[in-house]
């Protein structure tokens, strides 16, 4: 439990670090993918809505305090969209499964590999349009270049997400297999 909780802080510290430092030295076209959205879309999968709300929170109140771009924007929006990816494609517990089961629903869940793309795709969706409706409300008119910066940073974040779930997963030990008692 201590290891997987240190392993969780240091993620954390982490995705911040990535999202301030490393995120525009590799942006392409001038976009810049959102780093801390991808890990903490894989993180939304791999260990639930309780981590995702924590790391999401603790992410986005550290780029308001470090690097303020918009009033609250971080703070606010990260926590918002990443439990809104985190509610639709996180693992369900056996549990849940065998309630929707009982209730003659289709109870089975998508690939975590796919769940985790979904997860992204949707948290960073949502971020981006967050955005651009801030920025539409600033006065600012919309225009094709907006648009088209906000799709190359969705899919640029959603493409990251993809690979860097695997070794990230790994590290995490979710690929480890549990021994039966």
């Known amino acids: ?16 670090l990535l999202q301030a430092c490393v995120a525009q030295r590799i942006a392409i076209g001038g976009v810049a993918p959102n780093l801390a959205m991808a890990l903490v879309a894989i993180v939304s999968v ?8 924590v790391m999401s929170l603790t992410v986005g109140y550290l780029l308001e305090i470090m690097l303020p771009a ?3 924007i971080s703070m606010i929006a990260y926590p918002v969209c990443c439990i809104l990816g985190a ?4 693992d369900k517990s056996e549990r849940k499964l065998e309630e929707e089961r009982t209730l003659g629903k289709n109870a089975r869940q998508l690939n975590p590999h796919v769940r985790t793309i979904l997860c992204a795709l949707l948290s960073i969706s949502v971020f981006e349009f967050v955005n651009l ?4 409300l600033s006065g ?8 088209g910066r906000a799709i190359t940073c969705i899919a640029y974040t959603t493409l990251l997400a993809a690979v860097i779930q ?16």
């Open 140 to 147: 600012v008119a919309l225009a094709a270049l907006p648009f």
């Open 133 to 136: 409706f801030y920025t539409y």
């Open 1 to 16: 439990m201590v290891g997987k909780s240190l392993k969780f802080a240091f993620l954390t510290l982490m995705a911040y």
């Open 46 to 53: 791999a260990l639930g809505r309780k981590y995702t709300f």
């Open 70 to 72: 918009l009033s609250y």
């Open 166 to 181: 695997f070794p990230l997963r790994w590290w995490l030990g979710i690929y480890k297999l549990s021994q039966a008692r």
């Open 87 to 90: 509610m639709a494609f996180s």
